[in-house]
């Protein structure tokens, strides 16, 4: 279960507010109007951001102070999550650490991971050789080799078309029915939380709301959120 | 819980390394500056020769300021406005004085300029007085040659950000000649051109080759070139640490007011651009422009090519100890871009932390630092403790990596920042920061800069004539240096030979690491 209790993130000008429970295993969307608050939930958890207030735990274990390379928590953010200067292999290697030479055994995970993702045979390219599809895929991969228990994304389908960013989602909701990953995705679409979240979470007006079932949310949205959805939610 | 200490916003690259290098080359400016200063005598006022040098100092910076400037305006007006095979190869040749030797640009100087020189021919052949190259003129003409392209490629990109809107807009409105002049190109210069004058003029007040070359004598002397005359002819320490609390003053002020004028740095890219004009399509606007391009092409590439054409027989048979002065330079250089590597890439580092402030603060030192103040700090440091003399390489091969790093800081900087920016978090959240993302990322994704600024240290290194002259002995020399003592003995065609393989030196060791850095650089 990972929790955020009591919790005040943030500095002077802005601060986001938040006391919620999220079972383990759970796919949550956060959604909400822009600036209410989306990406800087997300970043404290990840610990880019600092918890001024309160305290965040996983299974018990406090994560408030942890450095964000040693939580149990694997994060794409919108843009840049690829090296570029390092091939789809390296890139997903990083995943296990951050040395050079790879065991036999690690090299085959990484392959594991690239065939997962529909990428074999794909390792020696750089990231400027593969479509922006591929490039999220190799994200993925890094993902699966990482075995974190926690999935955060911010956005990382935004630049995608439509239908590539459909096929991004299920391929998450595949690798997280294999792995029992628990997931938190930011997004601004509605129908990406339809999608893969059976849970969501609104941030709205500072405050991050306990996670609701999405369906009966987005049918009946609140006032605040039906402005931010317009009228065809 | 050792995290608990930890600050919690993370960091990809910790600040301290390069804060640590920051503070040495703060230690090392400050204290060879204490070291001269607690040598200098009190009460000893200045000297009639040491205010001499002052005012020639000062002469000759605003005359080679208000001359570069002048000129460059009309040659970047001109390339701003034509386009023509071979501009950016022009434009590109404008930014090659920066790692030309100043000795060899010197040579060059005087088998153009000079007594038995091209022009000094062509006059007495139509029946002229000749020109005399030593002296003011000299000086100054030398450093006009040196700073006319970087006053022209710093006038060029006000030029060239001129939106070009407001091109369109004033060919609709037909507003052209002194109109235009007075609408957009006035304000441009206004803009532009004190912050010019302002880099010209801290360029040349450090002054030391040129005039040890062109200059001397008490009419011409400027208070880098007292200092050396002072250590070296006289041994006097005491005024040699006046003199050096003068310069600093003086490079410290200029260099304070040159980064608050200026804006560019005159090594931006994306000059050879070509605005699109609607204007300035009579013959007389051609005219004048093609004339201004023909006269700076000429006045910047008959010096090289008379060396060229001069030292091309004499590289053949050099004397045995140009080569080996040779051999000296390119360990110099080495070394030099070796510590400057080391000092450079931790600071830019910590530049893209928010501790940068501290490291931007030794970076402008080192703008403001004379390397013949160092070099007499050095030498008063290391004389109770071993022969000096000894140490000429090694200091001068510092002095070079110092002098080069606010240029290297300047390269890398945006870079740096960029790249912390970009992946920074990424490498937390892998748990990679600190050392593999130094090895991984962020060296990796500076090769070009890391390249382009290893290059210039280089170049500057192995065409130095500066802290060398204070140390060497008799025995030693960097190649600059013998082929100073070459002119001085008047063996011309040696030292001609030696400047063409010392240009070819500065301008190979420089490609070499450039291209080495964007080789299979991706984007």
Redesign the interface.
């Known amino acids: 279960m990972l929790k955020l209790e009591n919790c005040t993130v943030g500095s002077a000008d802005f601060a986001l507010h938040a006391d919620l429970e999220i079972a383990q295993g759970a796919r949550v969307a956060v959604i909400g109007p822009s600036g209410a608050g989306k990406t800087t939930l997300i970043e404290a958890i990840a610990g880019f951001r600092d918890v001024t207030q309160g305290r965040i735990t996983w299974q018990n274990v406090d994560l408030t102070r942890m450095p964000p390379g040693q939580r149990p928590v694997a994060m794409l953010f919108q843009d840049g999550n690829l090296f570029p200067h390092l091939t789809a292999a390296q890139n997903v290697a990083l995943g296990l650490h951050a040395r050079r030479r790879l065991s036999p055994d690690e090299t085959a995970q990484v392959q594991d991971a690239l065939a997962r993702v529909g990428l074999s045979g794909m390792g020696a390219r750089k990231p400027a050789a593969l479509s922006g599809g591929q490039q999220s895929r190799v994200a993925l991969a890094r993902v699966l080799v990482q075995r974190r228990e926690v999935l955060l994304l911010d956005e990382p389908f935004a630049a995608l078309g439509p239908a590539l960013k459909a096929e991004m989602l299920d391929l998450v909701a595949d690798l997280l029915a294999e792995t029992g990953t628990t997931l938190l995705m930011v997004s601004h679409d509605p129908a990406d939380a339809r999608r893969i979240a059976d849970q969501t979470v609104l941030v709205i007006e500072g405050r991050a709301l306990p996670p609701q079932d999405t369906a009966t949310l987005l049918d009946n949205p609140p006032a605040a959120l039906r402005a931010y959805l317009g009228e065809t939610p | 819980?050792a995290?608990?200490a930890?600050p919690?916003?993370?960091r990809a690259l910790s600040p301290l390394p390069g804060i640590g290098a920051a503070l040495l080359v703060v230690a090392l400016i400050s204290g060879t500056l204490v070291a001269v200063v607690l040598r200098a005598e009190p009460g000893r006022g200045l000297g009639v020769s040491d205010l001499a040098a002052l005012r020639f100092t000062l002469v000759q910076a605003v005359l080679s300021a208000v001359l570069s400037v002048a000129l460059a305006i009309p040659v970047a007006r001109a390339l701003a406005r034509r386009r023509f095979a071979g501009r950016a190869a022009l434009i590109a040749l404008l930014g090659a004085p920066f790692i030309l030797p100043v000795i060899v640009a010197i040579m060059g100087l005087l088998q153009v300029f000079g007594r038995a020189g091209w022009l000094n021919g062509l006059l007495t052949w139509a029946g002229l007085p000749g020109v005399q190259i030593y002296g003011l003129h000299g000086v100054v003409l030398a450093h006009v040659f040196f700073n006319l392209p970087l006053a022209t490629r710093l006038i060029l990109q006000g030029w060239q950000e001129i939106p070009s809107e407001r091109f369109r807009l004033a060919a609709q409105l037909n507003i052209t000649g002194p109109a235009m002049i007075r609408l957009i190109e006035l304000p441009m210069l206004a803009r532009v051109v004190p912050g010019a004058l302002a880099v010209v003029f801290a360029i040349c007040l450090s002054s030391f080759a040129v005039a040890l070359t062109l200059g001397g004598g008490p009419r011409a002397t400027t208070v880098e070139l007292a200092i050396f005359q002072a250590f070296r002819y006289d041994f006097d320490l005491s005024r040699a640490a006046l003199l050096s609390v003068i310069q600093l003053l003086l490079t410290g002020i200029a260099a304070v007011i040159a980064l608050r004028l200026s804006r560019g740095d005159g090594m931006g890219s994306g000059l050879d651009r070509a605005l699109r004009r609607w204007d300035a399509r009579g013959p007389v606007a051609r005219g004048t422009d093609a004339l201004w391009i023909t006269l700076a092409a000429l006045f910047l590439m008959l010096p090289l090519a008379s060396l060229v054409l001069k030292g091309a027989g004499a590289v053949v048979d050099l004397p045995l100890a140009v080569w080996r002065a040779a051999l000296t330079s390119v360990m110099v250089a080495s070394i030099s871009t070796a510590l400057l590597l080391c000092m450079a890439v931790p600071m830019a580092a910590a530049l893209a932390t928010r501790h940068g402030r501290w490291v931007e603060v030794a970076g402008i030192l080192g703008l403001a630092a004379s390397p013949l103040v160092i070099g007499t700090g050095l030498f008063l440091i290391l004389r109770p403790l071993t022969t000096p003399g000894a140490w000429a390489l090694p200091v001068t091969a510092l002095v070079n990596a110092v002098m080069a790093l606010p240029f290297a800081l300047r390269i890398l900087g945006p870079a740096a920042r960029d790249t912390v920016q970009?992946?920074g978090?990424?490498g937390?959240?892998?748990?990679?920061?600190g050392a593999?993302?130094l090895w991984?990322?962020f060296i990796?994704?500076l090769r070009p800069q890391i390249g382009f600024a290893a290059g210039l240290g280089a170049a500057l290194s192995m065409g130095d004539l500066g802290v060398i002259t204070l140390f060497a002995d008799a025995q030693q020399a960097t190649l600059p240096l013998q082929m100073y003592r070459l002119m001085g003995a008047y063996q011309m065609e040696a030292a001609a030979g030696a400047a063409l393989l010392l240009l070819a030196l500065s301008i190979g060791a420089f490609w070499c690491l450039d291209r080495g850095g964007r080789w299979h650089?991706?984007?």
């Open positions: 819980m995290e608990r930890q919690i916003v993370p970009r992946y978090r990424l937390i959240s892998l748990g990679m920061g593999p993302f991984r990322v990796p994704r650089a991706e984007a």
